[in-house]
């Protein structure tokens, strides 16, 4: 469990659970991760040190990109819900493209229940097919938010724009707190996100996630809505998770407090 040291540093810095703040809402914490279909730097396929970070990292909600549901290279083995048995918690999985047998996309985790989920297509062109997975989670202390995990087209910044775009209309008559987490594949100065800014917040400082083993810029993010939500939902520490064996992505973890809903006052 050595790789896992640094993943405990960053969670000092964290502080650890999810304590009640007294506005009468709540701290969540959200983790993003591209786990490169569990396959890490050694090459090995290895779900169990995948849930092994998850679990160091205390996440509430997990937004997981490039999961394989029943592949032949992952052996026939739905990802999604055997990261859920080995951590304990809830799953939803959006099937974005047909591959080697079973399904490829994203995934979202959570400790709390989901009440829904549904995948929705992003623009790709001739690319790959892209899409964000919604989940609404019932979370007790501020009521039903919305967790999304993306992950955008990696060859094509117009694709990347036009995902920016329909992430914005997307949110347009959410009322709940909403946040998404996933591998945009831009930095933050990278005209895909300046779009995406002009509804959603990202979080904290530049945070290098990318190459995993030695990292130069962060293409990994978590944000918030920053127009959708009556309630007030704000950052309290974020950062990124030094493993560099895992993946081939470092995992980003953020601690947000949302405030109550009107039912839970």
Known sequence: M??????????GMLASGSPEPHDGGR?????????????????????????????????????LQEVDVKTQRADGVDQAKELARLTRMHS???????????????????????LRSENHALPAGGSEPRGVLVAQVNVPGCGVCRVLSTHWDHRSAENRLASANALRTLVEEWTEPAILGGDLNATRDAEPLKTFTKSWTLLGDEAPTSPAADPT????FIAYCSSCSSRPITLTKSGAIEEK???????FVAVFRIGASASED
């Not at 090459?43 to 205390?58: H, K, P, Q, S």
């Not at 399904?103 to 989901?114: E, F, M, V, W």
């Open 2 to 11: 050595a790789s896992l040291l640094p993943a405990f540093c960053l969670l």
């Open 245 to 251: 064996v895992a993946s081939d992505h470092r995992p």
């Open 27 to 63: 701290e969540i914490r959200v983790l993003t991760y591209n786990i490169h279909h569990g396959e890490g730097a050694d090459g090995r396929i290895d779900l169990e040190r995948i849930a092994g970070v998850i679990l160091a990292t205390e996440a509430d909600v997990v937004l």
């Open 92 to 114: 939803a999985f959006g099937a974005n493209l047909p591959y080697s047998g079973g399904q490829y996309g994203n995934a979202i985790l959570s400790r709390h229940p989901i």
């Open 217 to 220: 810029r962060q293409i990994d």
